[in-house]
């Protein structure tokens, strides 16, 4: 009989896994509803479409291994996140394809729920990016997706708008949503608040010193787009894909800033780039976590000292 060890059983916590899920989508529904009021129908089509995908391989998977995972929340939040970056008319047959690259290869083949140390949407959009460009690359002319601010228009007015430049604007609102979530994440411990604020920082440095821009005050607003605010407050603070340590989540935090700052002096400023760089981060994770946990008292050095 196999038997397991757990914490002492007066020490408790309110926090739990659905509950965690539900939170944290529960930011992002304001969102959806400004979304509603722009495109209309198609955005509660868009997502729920795609939260069905997440579910159906979940369910799938629950039923191969017989371990019931479906009402942890985990899919149904993996399902809203790829419909938040993705367009809305993408193709049916797409949206499957990358929901099972999200729920079967990146959480599954891995070993389910807290052993999949990659971000499953930021996976399936890479791979996504990668099979389909012209479908779900969202810096093209006329993509609608739910995200404004991952939406470029035509024109620099539009442009200025849907990024956040332009106070009271689309991409402002979604701004300020975003910091507003930010605060309720943090303050209910959902997230870690120097994973997001060192992200931003830095982002914000790297983007000064790589990007060329003329003026301190624009690293601010590259900053606080709601593109670079959904990747600081969701997208790099996967707990599954985290350092345990303080030093460590400052440390990915800036990786990922300095990885985007490299590529995008580089190549431009590529979707396809962000699932790149957030990955890299989560396969550092490990070696981060090596040199930042310290030396333990058990440990004994080769030759005795």
């Known amino acids: 009989m196999i038997q397991k060890l757990s914490i002492a059983p007066y ?6 896994t659905w509950l965690i899920m539900m939170i944290v989508a ?45 009402l942890d929340g985990s899919a149904i939040l993996t399902g809203l996140i790829l419909a938040l970056i993705t367009p809305l008319n993408l193709d049916l047959m797409i949206m499957i394809q990358i929901t099972f690259f999200a729920i ?26 990668l099979s389909w460009p012209l479908q779900i690359d969202l810096l093209q002319d006329n993509s609608v997706t739910i995200w404004s601010g991952l939406t470029l228009a035509s024109d620099m007015y539009q442009l200025d708008e849907l ?17 507003g979530a930010f605060v309720i994440l943090v303050s209910t411990g959902m997230i870690s608040w120097e994973t997001t604020l060192s992200y931003l920082v830095s982002y914000g440095l790297f983007s000064y010193l790589f990007l060329g821009l003329t003026h301190w005050y624009e690293s601010l607003f590259m900053m606080l787009t709601p593109m670079n605010l959904l990747i600081g407050v969701y997208l790099i603070n996967n707990p ?15 990786i ?46 080769v030759g005795g000292k």
């Open 11 to 16: 020490i408790r916590t309110w926090r739990r």
């Open 256 to 301: 990922v800033a300095l990885l985007l700052g490299i590529f995008q002096q580089k190549s431009g400023y590529l979707i396809v780039l962000i699932p790149i760089a957030i990955l890299l981060g989560d396969l550092l994770v490990p070696m981060i976590d090596r040199y930042t946990q310290g030396r333990t008292f058990s440990k004994v050095r």
């Open 163 to 179: 990024a956040g430049y332009q106070l009271w604007s689309l991409g402002f609102y979604s701004s300020m949503i975003m910091i």
């Open 26 to 70: 529960f930011t992002l529904l304001p969102h959806v509803i400004l979304a509603y009021f722009n495109h209309g129908s198609m955005v509660v089509q868009h997502i729920g479409l795609m939260i069905a995908g997440t579910i159906g391989w979940e369910l799938m998977m629950n039923a191969l291994y017989r371990r019931w995972t479906l």
């Open 240 to 254: 599954s894909s985290l350092p345990s340590t303080f030093t460590g989540r400052i440390i990915k935090s800036m």
């Open 104 to 129: 079967i290869i990146a959480k599954w083949m891995f070993g389910g729920l807290g052993f999949n140390y990659m971000n499953p949407a930021m996976f399936a959009l890479l791979i996504g990016l």
